[in-house]
């Protein structure tokens, strides 16, 4: 069993209690988690008052500093987005402008806040996209400092220009449920040998 953390920020725009293919998804990778041992949540980013800006805080009620902190205190962050126009969803690049203040903290030793944790990514959608969408969520994640683990992503696209869902499948297709066990089997892996021995600190 690990004492890992996990949180995966679903980056849907459909405020609860609306059904969401990325809700769906997200919830699996959760799930495939806690097969693991790892202990953790889920947060629609719609349901907090997230404002747009580049710092930790951007105030006057805003919400993110609240999510900032569960991912602080999880080993493991994931971030879930579905595509629209062949591009990561809106909310989702809402949140990488949110962690691009990270690379302004830093630790007593002057490490980001970020280094040592681990990130995936998980994208649904029915058009294409899905390796355009996480190739950009993880070169952000990386720059502001977290570690991918090999085949980071899980992602379901059903076929362009329909309007079948994720959420509207009759069963997980196993390709996707094996994908989503390769990245909570690596990502805990990889998140338990970082908190073994944590990134060397320059001269």
Request: one cysteine or more; charged letters at 20%; hydrophobic letters at 40%.
């Amino acid at each position: 069993m690990s004492d890992l953390t996990c949180l995966v920020l679903n980056c849907t725009l459909k405020s609860s209690p609306a059904e969401s293919s990325a809700q769906l998804l997200g919830s699996q990778v959760l799930e495939a988690f806690g097969d693991l041992g790892v202990t953790g949540s889920i947060e629609r980013v719609v349901d907090h008052d997230v404002r747009f800006g580049v710092s930790t805080d951007e105030g006057d009620g805003d919400g993110w500093p609240a999510l900032r902190q569960k991912m602080l205190d999880a080993d493991i962050f994931v971030l879930v987005t579905p595509i629209w126009m062949g591009q990561p969803g809106s909310v989702s690049k809402m949140v990488l402008e949110r962690l691009d203040a990270e690379l302004s903290e830093t630790d007593d030793e002057g490490r980001l806040l970020t280094f040592g944790k681990v990130a995936g990514v998980g994208v649904v959608g029915n058009e294409d996209g899905a390796h355009h969408t996480s190739a950009e969520l993880f070169q952000a994640l990386n720059d502001v400092g977290f570690t991918l683990p090999a085949q980071a992503v899980t992602y379901w696209v059903g076929e362009a220009m329909q309007a079948v869902d994720y959420q509207d499948l009759d069963e997980t297709p196993e390709k996707t449920a094996g994908t989503t066990e390769v990245l909570a089997r690596h990502a805990t892996h990889l998140a338990r040998l970082l908190k073994q021995a944590a990134y060397p600190v320059g001269e």
